[in-house]
């Protein structure tokens, strides 16, 4: 079971004992038919308000608070009423009710057809004192207090909401004072009321932000409008957007205004199945639960109203056992929507990544199974916790990172692995554990993706989840996966998305939720997918300065290029003081230092673009931290996987062949470099020292050579140093170092080669330095004196003819091995002696 639920209250174990303890268990009905004991409203300091019948069946109201886990006695009806509504206020001095007084057949019966069938009071609880009619109509009425800002508990003034199934919503003032003790309400006549909405089908209220969201109908779309309410300063309508929903309910819906447990079902399950969710990030989703003309199908769509677009979701089902089925039930997770239906399925909808499907969790049978929620009456009143109406309990909702990662395990598919991974990656953010078993679950699991590639997938989402909570508005603009699209399906599910116009705000100087509504909104209308980072320009820039020749790498712009890379690297070595157990950022690599200083600067540009007001300083430390934390990332996994596999420093020692713990590693090396060139990633200082060692003591030569030709291994000035010293010179070892000598590139021959003392390679040597010296000769004539040569001259024309003509060009000042002094005429000419009297078979002396 993927969703993990921990039971905050519970009627049987919170509230039952305490009754009972009272006197008052006797009247309750241990049968489960009767509706004698149920929760009625939750209000927004954490306050559950319930009804049950007492002795002689007298209409009880109490209340319990989750923080004390202490229940309180509100209110007694000394008669058996059906409430309807009920909302206590902040400071508990104020009690709302709303009852049914007769059923339609009662008021025929008794005669009372003048008798108004519903009634809402207005009660003083503090202590229990006068009673105010609000209401005495024949329409049903809910009533819900209006909650100042957290930590103001004193005040002379209550708000309360009235909504009637008449289909208007009304605010009344009220007024009180504390006299003698007693808290009373000061107005004498009529409380001043003022109306906030009409001609609603549906309605939503959001106790934790005291927002209302209804729904207006119109002839061909309906108009969603949001009412938001401030401590101070009144209400006023705040945003409003357009939706093609067909309303032709006439019975009013409404959400999270308490629950009416004795509501027909029938009616009920006819009503409008919609409901608003928002998130901490500015996510806001409008959830429809759509008929289908199909029985064995359910439809519902999702209105993405902060990107733009809504998807309608046609899911098969797998029995369709009439008297199973129910309508959807939706639950907010903040980061996920969930959408439930009991014993088919269980679909966690990604808020802030919507665009792919991938990114979204569909779970069937046992994996989507909820044992505490096996009917579709909860409602979600506040973010991640679901309230079953029917049981009486309200439970914190959590995805369980255990189960996750057996799911991630066992899933077959590319979609379900990928949904997993990034919810483990960006839901439960960074944890160490986690992200131990998510690199081990990767480096099992390489072969087996084939739509995505997983090192890319981990590293970018952990660098998204890293980074983004540093300042606001950078989620829109770093990568938060590595994929551009998704052609892959959800067996049993098809998807259909919809452009919607944006909704329209009205707010000025507002602050939290909607501002960032507001900037996602924004990034929308700028095509937020172009908004990202990517890595073009900089693969573009980086070849293009990888060829330059040397005399240009001193330029101002490639000096303050490298000096990025030393600021990335010093600030590396800041977070890790520990002795490194993977033996990396030992040693300079020129062309990883050069990626590394121009992500720097193609990121830093990039963010200037879209940051101006957050700073340049500010800027600087979030490039250096994208840049340090990607190699902090790739040494992680290199560390994870070092572990696992049980490996020491003694990879470098070339005479002996590698376990099959190093090839493993060798392998996922090989895919690290893949996805580092995928993504034009630059990998930590010595990896390819690192691969290629690991190369030489698993592969066959002919394998080491053909990964050398394509690419895969990268020849190292270290690597190749200490392979040339380190083996002996048999026959297979010469074959080996002669192979890899050959494919040096010019600048690493040079500096490596004095490391071999072998004919060959001085033979190699000195034919290049011909060819050089030979090449600057062009048609150049000098008549300089000639300079020393051996001691002992060599009656040998033709090598006394070129030795003479190289010294020529060298006193011209020309000299192509500068850095290695030893090698010049009089090498060349000693080298050409020694290998002509060994291909005749002489001694040289």
Excluded at 584 to 591: G, T, V
Aim: charged share 25%.
């Amino acid at each position: 079971m993927l969703l993990h639920l921990v039971a905050e209250f519970d009627l049987q174990r919170d509230v039952v004992p305490w009754l009972a303890a009272r006197g008052w268990a006797a009247a309750l009905d241990t049968s489960g038919k009767s509706s004698a004991l149920y929760v009625v409203n939750v209000e927004r300091n954490s306050k559950i308000i319930y009804t049950w019948k007492g002795n002689e069946r007298n209409t009880h109201i109490g209340l319990y608070d989750l923080q004390t886990k202490q229940n309180e006695h509100l209110y007694m009806f000394e008669r058996d009423l059906r409430i309807i509504s009920c909302s206590v206020n902040n400071e508990r001095t104020l009690l709302a009710v709303s009852f049914r007084q007769y059923t339609e057949e009662e008021r025929v019966s008794r005669l009372l057809q003048s008798v108004s069938k519903y009634l809402t009071l207005l009660i003083e609880i503090h202590p229990i004192n006068n009673v105010r009619v609000l209401k005495a109509v024949d329409s049903c009425v809910q009533v819900q207090f209006l909650y100042p800002v957290e930590g103001r508990n004193n005040s002379t003034e209550s708000r309360l909401l009235l909504v009637s199934e008449d289909k208007y919503i009304e605010q009344f003032d009220i007024h009180v004072a504390e006299e003698e003790h007693k808290v009373v309400i000061q107005n004498s006549g009529q409380l001043p009321r003022a109306r906030v909405a009409d001609d609603l089908i549906w309605a939503q209220w959001d106790m934790m932000e005291q927002r209302l969201f209804y729904i207006v109908p119109k002839e061909s779309r309906s108009t969603l409008k949001c009412v938001q309410f401030y401590p101070d300063e009144g209400f006023n309508s705040i945003l409003e957007s357009h939706l093609d929903i067909s309303v032709n309910d006439t019975q009013l819906k409404l959400v999270n205004f308490g629950y009416d447990h004795c509501q027909d079902q029938d009616v009920a399950s006819k009503s409008l199945n919609l409901q608003v969710f928002t998130s901490k990030a500015g996510g806001f989703c409008v959830c429809y639960s759509l008929a289908s003309d199909t029985p064995d199908e359910i439809r519902y769509s999702i209105y993405f109203l902060h990107k733009g677009y809504n998807k309608t979701f046609t899911v098969s089902l797998e029995r369709t056992e009439s008297h199973q089925l129910k309508e959807v039930a939706f639950m907010n997770l903040d980061y996920y929507v969930a959408a439930y239906l009991p014993g088919q399925f269980l679909h966690l909808l990604n808020i802030e990544h919507p665009d792919l499907l991938c990114y979204s969790l569909f779970l069937t049978g046992e994996d989507a199974r909820i044992d505490m929620l096996q009917n579709c009456s909860i409602q979600s009143p506040l973010m991640s916790t679901v309230l079953d109406c029917r049981v009486g309990s309200m439970y914190a909702v959590s995805i369980s990172d255990s189960a996750l990662l057996q799911f991630l395990q066992n899933s077959k598919q590319d979609s379900e692995r990928l949904a997993a991974l990034h919810c483990a990656l960006l839901y439960f953010r960074h944890t160490e554990d986690l992200e131990m078993q998510i690199i081990w679950w990767i480096s099992e699991n390489l072969s087996t993706c084939h739509s995505f590639d997983p090192i890319q997938e981990f590293i970018i989402a952990s660098l998204y989840c890293r980074m983004c909570p540093e300042t606001h508005n950078l989620d829109k603009l770093l990568p938060y996966t590595s994929l551009l699209d998704w052609i892959g399906i959800i067996p049993g599910v098809t998807c259909a998305t919809d452009i919607i116009s944006l909704p329209v705000l009205e707010f000025q100087n507002s602050k939290g939720f909607w501002e960032k509504l507001n900037s996602n909104l924004e990034s929308v209308k700028y095509a937020e997918p172009h908004l990202h980072y990517h890595s073009n320009v900089l693969r573009r820039e980086w070849r293009n300065l990888s060829e330059e020749r040397e005399e240009r790498r001193t330029t101002a712009y490639m000096r303050n290029i490298f000096e990025n890379a030393k600021k990335v690297l010093s600030h590396l070595d800041t977070w890790d003081s520990e002795e490194r157990l993977v033996p990396l950022f030992q040693e300079e690599d020129y062309q990883q230092q050069l990626l590394m200083g121009l992500m720097v600067a193609q990121l830093k540009d990039h963010l200037m673009r879209h940051l101006q007001y957050v700073g340049k300083k500010k800027i600087d430390q979030i490039v250096l931290d994208y840049v340090a934390n990607l190699l902090n990332l790739v040494h992680r996994i290199m560390k994870e996987v070092w572990r696992r596999y049980q490996l020491h420093s003694c990879i470098f020692c070339f005479d002996e062949r590698g376990s099959t713990g190093e090839f493993a590693v060798f392998h996922i090396m090989s895919r690290i470099l893949e996805a580092a060139n995928g993504m034009c990633m630059p990998l930590p200082p010595g990896f390819h020292t690192l691969h290629f060692g690991l190369g030489v003591r698993c592969l066959p030569l002919h394998t080491l050579l053909h990964y050398i030709d394509t690419g895969v291994l990268h020849l190292t000035e270290t690597c190749v140093g200490k392979l040339l010293k380190d083996l002996d010179d048999t026959e297979k070892n010469e074959k080996l170092k002669f192979s890899i000598v050959m494919r040096l590139p010019e600048a690493l021959s040079q500096k490596v080669r004095q490391f071999w003392n072998h004919p060959i390679n001085a033979n190699f040597i000195a034919r290049k330095y011909v060819k050089l010296l030979l090449e600057k000769l062009g048609n150049r004539q000098s008549s300089s004196p000639m300079p020393e040569r051996l001691s002992v001259p060599v009656e040998f024309l033709p090598l006394n003819y070129l030795t003479n003509m190289l010294a020529e060009i060298e006193n011209q000042g020309v000299h192509p091995y500068e850095k290695q002094d030893h090698v010049n005429v009089r090498f060349v000419e000693e080298t050409a002696l020694k290998h002509t009297m060994t291909f005749l078979g002489l001694k040289y002396s």
